[in-house]
């Protein structure tokens, strides 16, 4: 599974990250746990292929206190923003 470019959360225990569409299309944004070393999926999400300004990637993004992450998706047929709490993974 490839990765985009990933980002820490405020703590730097747990790394945010993506998937790049697999061949069905596909994207699932994931928190990492440095310590124990486990993925923790937030999702998996269909990516219509679409090129240029029209391509719609999750580009995950942590808020400030690391307790929700916000991701682009177009999985129900217009590109719209989500927000996924995390507060149960990151503790």
């Known amino acids: 599974m490839t990765a985009n470019g990933c980002t820490?959360?405020?703590?730097?225990?747990w790394i945010l990250n993506d998937t790049y569409p697999d061949a069905a299309g596909t994207q699932q944004p994931y928190l990492f746990d440095t310590m124990t070393q486990r993925r923790h999926g937030l999702g998996s999400f269909h990516a219509p292929i679409r090129h240029g300004e029209h391509r719609c990637d999750t580009h995950p993004r942590s808020s400030r206190d690391g307790r929700s992450v916000v991701i682009d998706s177009a999985h129900e047929g217009g590109r719209q923003m989500y927000l996924i709490d995390v507060a149960g993974i990151v503790g």
């Open 8 to 13: 820490y959360l405020a703590d730097t225990r």
